[in-house]
């Protein structure tokens, strides 16, 4: 009866294992189902480490730029603390020139408009930089040189003070402007080297409108030295 339950349950796994080779067998060769649905990666969400551990609040409106505040140069200053001071406040006039009243000029009894300056070799002396008058049909400025010599920031505000003049009563284009600053740059610069002397000649520099340049010694009134003097005519009206 032993020999009978010893054969029969090594007949069953026999059996059992035949089963289990030949379900690896079929594995092998018949296809089989995956299951393609990913889930999702979950990654840990980054943090921010703020100070202290505790919450901010970001301010996003914008703080508008504050830029310094150009100080405009006026032709009749040459000391910086007058061109942070206002213009003097003069009297009204009707006079033709009386914009210069800006720029630090003043009306004087003759009628003519003058930028004075301080001596830089004498103190408390003052001598007449910048002189423009009109005559009949014409106006008249000059740019005086003391001894025969320019003073520090005389070369650029004449020809700012000439080209102001220009502009204002000739009847110029812009391009004929930058033609007529060039050639009036170049004189001055050859004043200012010794390279032109003084002389009755004139120079036209601007034919349409018959404006003449030169540079001359001073034969009257109070001012002693030399000046560059422009003659340009008025437009008829």
Known sequence: ??????????????VSAL????????????????????????????????SDDKPFRVNTQQTPAVYPQKTTQRI???DPIEDLLPPLQTKASNSLLSYLAEQGFTQ?????????????????RYFTLFKVKQVNSRL????????????QGQENRSLDFFMMLIERHTSTTKENRQGIRRYLQAFVSLVKEGKIKPTRRGYLFDQPNRAMI????????????????????????
């Open 140 to 151: 008249i400025a000059s740019s005086f040189l003391d001894e025969g010599s320019l003073i």
């Open 1 to 14: 009866m032993n020999i009978i339950v010893r054969l029969f349950g090594a007949i069953v796994l026999q």
């Open 19 to 50: 089963a289990a080779m030949s379900s690896m067998a079929m594995s092998d060769d018949k296809p089989f189902h995956i299951d393609t649905q990913q889930t999702p990666a979950v990654y840990p969400r980054k943090t921010t480490q703020m």
């Open 108 to 124: 004087n009894k003759e009628g003519s408009w003058v930028c004075y300056a301080n001596d830089p070799k004498k103190e408390g």
């Open 214 to 237: 030169l540079y001359h010694t001073l034969s009257s009134g109070n001012l002693k030295g030399t000046g560059i003097t422009i003659n340009i005519y008025l437009p008829k009206s």
């Open 76 to 78: 009749c200053s040459l």
